[in-house]
């Protein structure tokens, strides 16, 4: 499974930047897709993740209400949507996928077997 995010760029702090996640296969039907960032000088961390099932959606608490995943089942890729963007949001995003993560562990990068290669989102204060 090969994945591939794309979508990142420069804004203004306030402002909105949509990410995608592409898959190779034909859709993301049975995968669990997470969404991670990385800062210079920092941990790879949790920002939110869709379950298996496309009914749940999970976040960390810094995004939640800024940020909101999506997926279009009928297609190959899914929507990381960010508004309201600060300069701490700042970092190279990554989108993951797995087809056994558990609830519990939907926020550990250890529990992604398929990684996307990354997108710079940077915002300017």
């Known amino acids: 499974v090969q994945l591939q995010a794309s979508g990142g760029g420069l804004v203004q702090a306030g402002g909105s930047l949509s990410l995608s996640c592409t898959t190779s296969?034909?859709?993301?039907?049975?995968?669990?897709v997470g969404w991670f960032r990385q800062a210079p000088g920092k941990e790879r961390e949790f920002v939110g993740a869709?379950?298996?099932?496309?009914?749940?959606?999970y976040y960390t608490d810094s995004v939640k209400g800024r940020f909101t995943i999506t997926r279009d089942k009928t297609k190959n890729t899914m929507y990381l949507q960010m508004s309201s963007l600060r300069p701490e949001d700042t970092a190279v995003y990554y989108c993951a996928a797995s087809r056994s993560v558990i609830t519990s562990a939907i926020s550990d990068p250890g529990a992604y077997a398929y990684w996307g290669q990354g997108t710079q989102v940077t915002v300017s204060s």
């Open positions: 296969e034909r859709t993301f039907r049975g995968y669990a």
């Open positions: 869709i379950a298996r099932s496309g009914d749940s959606t």
